[in-house]
């Protein structure tokens, strides 16, 4: 029921804007690299957070239209997972479980004027790998995770005049990641990031 009221939200608001605004070609483009604090949360207690990265790439589609929002569409690859206690037969040992994912957000951003913005939107997400470290080795644990995630991504940024800026976004998960012998708890990923970024602005196309 929640994922059809999403689903329904999500389509009322495209055709919102498509029937309000003129679509233009996309102009700029930014590159952005970050610090990743990253989490699992749900019905499992035994994790904990952890430390990782991120880069991508994502391109401003403008619109022209009453309301001061552009949308923007991006890719990134993130270094993410949780720390975590696991019982291998000799008692508990911490760990870290390592993902890395390949992200998709789509985010509608609004601009509030001396280089300060806000944005939300939806972010598909896909699992490339996973591996659990303990004592200097690593074990393949893809099988305990699915490989589709999605998220909402919520953030807030600074732009400087010299084409760098400052971003943070937190990114909760909606949809439970567990798999397997696992899939019967629910467990969603939490990624927060802070990032720099660097945006080339493009030339408008001729007659717009």
Request: hydrophobic residues 40%; contains cysteine.
């Amino acid at each position: 029921m929640k994922k059809q009221s999403l689903l329904t939200l999500a389509i009322a608001g495209s055709i919102f804007l498509l029937h309000s605004c003129a679509f233009t070609p996309c102009t700029t483009m930014s590159a952005n690299l970050g610090l990743v604090n990253s989490h699992i949360v749900g019905e499992s207690d035994s994790w904990g957070p952890a430390f990782g990265a991120q880069a991508g790439i994502a391109a401003e589609l403008p619109f022209n239209c009453d309301f001061p929002l552009t949308a923007w569409a991006g890719t990134n690859i993130t270094m993410q997972g949780a720390s975590g206690d696991e019982d291998w037969g000799g008692g508990l040992e911490t760990g870290t479980t390592r993902t890395w994912n390949l992200n998709i957000p789509l985010t509608a951003r609004y601009p509030f004027g001396n280089g300060f913005y806000a944005e939300a939107g939806i972010q598909p997400g896909f699992m490339l790998s996973a591996k659990d470290h303990h004592d200097g080795d690593a074990y393949d644990v893809k099988d305990w995770f699915k490989t589709f995630d999605l998220g909402i991504p919520l953030g807030v940024g600074y732009n400087f005049e010299n084409n760098f800026g400052l971003n943070f976004r937190v990114v909760p998960g909606i949809t439970n990641i567990n798999a397997g012998e696992y899939e019967s708890s629910t467990d969603r990923n939490l990624v927060v990031v802070l990032g720099g970024t660097y945006t080339l602005t493009g030339k408008k196309q001729l007659g717009q």
